[in-house]
């Protein structure tokens, strides 16, 4: 079955650093990868989206990388500060199917 | 411009009871999605409305049904209430159905079974 994998556990990062986070994903080959923010008690914010063809995808200090081959991706936050910390998620759809898979998400807490 | 805003906020119920949640969507987006989302984990898709019509569901029992109104607001209806149905229940809205559109949530409601 369809899996998506994201650090189960909390990543700490001094601020002012880049903090990177992974999402592995296996049995599945999605078409769009959609990378979330959510802080506790609310729902989810879009942060960026992107496509299989798309190697990069950057906006302002956030960057995301999508790997088909290795089955993967990557969200960085350079320049971390402590506002950016909150529970991000990835989602992946494929073409012919349009409902999103979901991760769990990973904690990132930024230290002063 | 009006964000998706749920209904309540809160809400407790017992088991094998009925409930109704409720949804907004942004202005001018004619799509509305609902996701389940247990403590610690993911949301988990329910269903997806477009202009009214169910556009696809993911893996729930039918007592989980909903309905999508002219003005695109939705409900979530969820009949013989169980334990594991406690969870987070999200709304979100989005301009057009479909995986390459940003999604836009609502705060959420809390539902405990007991």
């Known amino acids: 079955s369809q899996k998506i994998e994201q650090n189960s556990e909390a990543l700490n990062i001094q601020e002012g650093k880049t903090a990177t986070l992974t999402c592995n994903y296996t049995?599945?080959?999605?078409?769009?990868l959609q990378w979330y923010r959510q802080d506790p008690g609310r729902g989810p914010v879009f942060l960026l989206l992107?496509?299989?063809n798309e190697k990069e995808k950057r906006k302002e200090r956030l960057k995301v990388t999508f790997d088909t081959t290795l089955k993967q991706s990557l969200f960085h936050i350079t320049a971390s500060q402590p506002a950016d910390s909150a529970t991000y998620l990835c989602?992946?759809?494929?073409?012919?199917?349009?409902?999103?898979?979901w991760g769990a998400g990973t904690k990132l807490i930024i230290k002063p | 411009e009006t964000g998706v805003t749920q209904s309540p906020t809160h809400l407790i119920k017992t088991r094998g009871q009925q409930v109704t949640l409720r949804c907004s969507s942004q202005?001018?987006?004619?799509?509305v999605s609902w996701y389940q989302q247990a403590l610690g984990q993911g949301p988990q898709f329910i269903f997806q409305?477009?202009?009214?019509?169910?556009?696809g569901r993911g893996n729930f029992p039918p007592r989980f049904s909903g309905l999508q109104f002219p003005n695109y607001s939705s409900e979530l209806n969820v009949n013989a209430l169980e334990l594991d149905d406690s969870a987070l229940y999200l709304c979100?809205?989005?301009?057009?159905?479909?995986?390459?559109?940003?999604?836009?949530f609502g705060p959420g409601t809390r539902l405990t079974v007991l």
């Open positions: 979100a809205s989005s301009s057009k159905g479909g995986p390459d559109n940003e999604q836009f």
């Open positions: 202005s001018g987006h004619n799509t």
């Open positions: 409305y477009y202009r009214e019509e169910e556009n």
């Open positions: 049995n599945y080959s999605p078409a769009y």
């Open positions: 992107i496509r299989e």
């Open positions: 989602a992946l759809a494929s073409d012919s199917n349009y409902q999103l898979i």
